[in-house]
């Protein structure tokens, strides 16, 4: 299957493989965080925002929300959902916005879509060109050093007649710029199994690396992948939130 697949042909599954994620949740941490180092503004814009459950709750929380996204299935979607938002077929590596925002986000480790390090850079000068003084963009990450290749998680959910087993973990072979996702959707109705194989590539960083590309354009902030609480990273964990304030 190609790397789209899952948001284009299985998009319709994808709000199902999403179940057991807390959007609310990292929507209201992520607001807070911006009430803490941004500029007190409400414009917001998701990156890579697929059906847009984050747009939908920054909504919901008062901000004027939009998104964009790669694949138009997710983007359907997201209308659907979020009818007062607009949302653009866009590349975030290389993207324009009419007007600068005080929010961008880029949830579920989606920055690594952006397509090896020079599509990082360009992405982060992007996103330092679309956001006033003192915006604010925030993003989860996960460091390519500290990826265990054996680990995947795993959860199952129940639609109609059929049942739905999700999986996904990362691979890094060690060396270079490049890891993946690999992801696994499962679906048994009755006496019939189908299981869909999805490999996404990914761009490779190190926490490290991150801070470098981002220090000429940004204050940088690292917490723990905690949507509960705000607790500064403690250098061991590999995936954190990153809160980058803009110089
Ligand atoms: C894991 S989903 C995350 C969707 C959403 N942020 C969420 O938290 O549910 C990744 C999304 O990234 C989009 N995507 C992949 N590459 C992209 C790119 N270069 N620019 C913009 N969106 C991209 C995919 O179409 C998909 O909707």
């Known amino acids: 299957m190609s790397a789209n697949a899952l948001y284009t042909d299985l998009s319709g599954y994808y709000d199902l493989m999403c179940l057991d994620i807390d959007y609310q949740a990292q929507s209201s941490s992520i607001d807070r965080l911006q009430q803490i180092f941004g500029n007190g503004g409400n414009t917001h814009l998701d990156l890579a925002c697929g059906t847009g459950p984050h747009v939908r709750h920054f909504i919901d929380l008062g901000y004027q929300s939009n998104g964009l ?6 983007l359907d979607i997201a209308q659907l959902r979020c009818p007062e938002a607009q949302f653009s077929l866009q590349n975030m590596s290389e993207f324009k916005i009419a007007e600068p925002v005080d929010l961008i986000t880029c949830f579920l480790y ?34 390519k050093h500290k990826i265990d290749n054996a680990l995947f998680v795993s959860h199952t959910a129940t639609q109609e007649n059929s049942v739905f ?14 890891q993946s996702l690999q992801l696994s959707i499962g679906k048994t109705t009755g006496e019939e199994a189908q299981v869909w194989h999805d490999e996404h590539p990914m761009v490779a960083v190190s926490f490290d690396e991150l801070t470098a590309l981002l220090a000429p ?5 690292i917490f ?12 061991s964990s590999g995936n954190a939130i990153f809160s980058c304030v803009k110089i």
């Open 165 to 178: 087993t999700f999986r996904s973990g990362w691979h890094y072979s060690g060396t270079g710029e490049q």
């Open 224 to 235: 723990e992948h905690d949507y509960e609480k705000i607790v500064p990273w403690g250098q």
């Open 217 to 221: 354009y940004f204050e940088v902030h």
């Open 69 to 74: 996204d790669l694949n138009q299935p997710m």
């Open 110 to 143: 989606s920055i690594h879509y952006n397509d090896g390090i020079n599509k990082l850079k360009q992405c982060i000068a992007s996103v330092h060109s679309a956001l006033k003084s003192q915006g604010v963009f925030c993003f989860n990450v996960v460091d």
